[in-house]
């Protein structure tokens, strides 16, 4: 599974919080709370988006943590 907390650490680092998310539509608000709830994930432009506006690269906002089943 993927996970998004890496994502949240740098929103919060370069001073986004959830409003402001909200305000610049980074991230719709469904998306939002299923990246947080690991209930929904996004796609390959919208990880673009984000690397741009973080300046960072994919794997500095999402990993990869394999699932309790298949361990």
């Known amino acids: 599974m993927l996970k998004y907390d ?3 650490e740098l929103l919060k680092k370069n ?3 959830v ?3 909200r305000e ?3 991230l719709g ?7 947080k ?3 929904k994930g996004i ?3 919208t990880i673009d ?11 500095d906002i999402m990993e990869y943590v394999p699932d309790a089943e298949e361990e």
């Open 49 to 59: 988006k984000l690397c741009k506006l973080l300046n960072c690269q994919p794997g």
């Open 6 to 8: 890496k994502l949240f």
């Open 15 to 17: 001073g986004y919080n």
């Open 43 to 45: 796609d390959a432009k």
């Open 37 to 39: 709830n690991g209930t």
């Open 24 to 26: 610049q539509a980074i």
């Open 29 to 35: 608000q469904a998306t939002y709370y299923g990246l």
């Open 19 to 21: 409003s402001k998310i």
